[in-house]
């Protein structure tokens, strides 16, 4: 199942803020993308009826297997794309918004072979 950009890019921010605190509410998502409020409630409410994350009665977000491998996917590849960009000489800056962006598009062949070229498999 092909998942949007855009549901891509929160779960993605679920899993770094998840390694950064002990728990994800919207609101740290609303801070961590600078989305207002009732943008990062809608995208919440359509990943928990996609099976992608569950909210308990305090509000705290978690990512469901489906939704976690989804994010650790984006992750990966934006990690490994950001540091081949820098190695190749692009500044940190500009690596890291080419980076947001190549994640989503890229192919599974393509990613690959550059893991492997990167030095990463």
């Known amino acids: 199942m092909k998942v949007q950009e855009s549901a891509e890019n929160y779960l993605e921010t679920i899993l770094i803020l998840g390694r950064r605190k002990p728990h994800v509410r919207s609101i740290d998502i609303v801070n961590e993308l600078s989305f207002s409020k009732p943008s990062v409630s809608v995208a919440m409410k359509n990943l928990r009826e996609n099976g992608y994350i569950q909210m ?6 978690t990512l469901t297997p489906p939704g976690l491998a989804i994010a650790e996917k984006i ?4 990690t490994l794309l950001t540091a081949w960009l820098i190695s190749l000489g692009v500044n940190e800056t ?8 190549m994640e989503h598009v890229i192919s599974a062949e393509s990613f ?10």
């Open 56 to 61: 308990d009665d305090s509000g705290y977000i």
């Open 112 to 121: 690959e072979a550059i893991k492997k070229h990167a030095g990463e498999e």
């Open 94 to 101: 500009t690596a890291q918004e080419d980076a947001c962006r």
């Open 75 to 78: 992750y990966e590849r934006h």
